[in-house]
C-alpha cells in the first residue's frame, strides 16, 4: 500500500501526469486526519473532506500544479472545518436560548404527558369492540352519523348507539386520570 502511495505521489509531482484520482488517492487520507484535528470526529471529518474534494472536481483542471493543488485542498478543508465549528456554535447557542433548563425540563415533563396520555387513550380505544371502534374514529375524523352509516352500511340509529357506547366506556375508563392531567397542565 506504502508503495502505491508513493508511486501515486511521484505520479502527479509532475504536470502532465496530474489527475485527480491520484489526488484523491494521495491526498483523502491525510485530510481526514488534519480535518479530525478541528472538529474531533471522523465521520464529520471525512464528509468535509468530501465535500472539498467535490468542489475541487468542478475545478481540477484549472490548477497547474500539485503544490497549488494542495495548497486549494488544505485551505479549503480548513475553511470547511471553520465553517462547521461556527455552525455548531450557532446551534449550540440557538439551543440554549430557546430552551433553558426550566424549559427544556417543562417541555419534557409535558411531552411526557402527551405521550402517556395518547398511550392510555390508545389502550382504552383497542377495548372497545371493532364495529364501535370503528365508528368512535370515523366520528372523531368528521364524519356525520349519516356518512359513518352510509360508509359502512348501517342504520344511522345503530352508529347513535354505537358512539354512546364508545363514549361511556371511554369515559369510564378516563374518568379517573382526567382530574389528575387537568392539574397538571393547569400547573404547567
Known amino acids: 500500500m506504502i508503495s502505491l502511495v508513493t508511486t501515486k505521489m511521484e505520479s502527479i ?4 501526469n496530474l489527475s485527480y484520482d491520484d489526488c484523491f488517492l494521495c ?3 491525510g485530510l481526514c ?4 484535528k478541528f472538529v474531533g470526529d471522523s465521520a464529520i471529518a471525512e464528509d468535509l473532506v468530501q465535500n472539498v474534494f467535490m ?8 490548477f497547474d500544479s500539485q503544490v497549488l493543488v494542495k495548497a486549494y485542498l488544505y485551505r479549503s478543508v480548513r475553511n470547511s472545518c471553520l465553517n462547521h465549528i461556527k455552525h455548531e456554535n450557532v446551534k449550540s447557542r440557538f439551543i440554549k436560548e430557546q430552551f433553558n433548563e426550566a424549559d427544556f425540563d417543562q417541555c419534557f415533563f409535558r411531552e411526557m404527558i402527551h405521550v ?3 398511550r392510555i387513550l ?3 380505544l383497542d377495548e372497545l369492540p371493532d364495529q364501535c371502534r370503528k365508528i ?3 366520528s372523531t375524523n368528521g364524519l356525520k352519523n349519516r356518512e359513518i352509516a352510509e360508509d359502512l352500511h348501517l342504520s344511522v340509529n345503530t352508529v347513535k348507539n354505537q358512539k354512546r357506547i364508545a363514549q361511556d366506556k371511554l369515559r ?3 374518568d379517573s386520570i382526567l382530574p389528575i392531567l387537568a392539574i397538571i397542565f393547569w400547573v404547567w
Open 13 to 16: 509531482e509532475s504536470k502532465e
Open 27 to 29: 491526498l483523502y487520507p
Open 33 to 36: 486526519v488534519f480535518a479530525e
Open 55 to 62: 468542489t475541487l472536481w468542478e475545478c481540477f483542471n484549472d
Open 116 to 118: 402517556e396520555t395518547h
Open 122 to 124: 390508545q389502550e382504552a
Open 136 to 138: 368512535f374514529l370515523l
Open 172 to 174: 369510564s375508563k378516563l
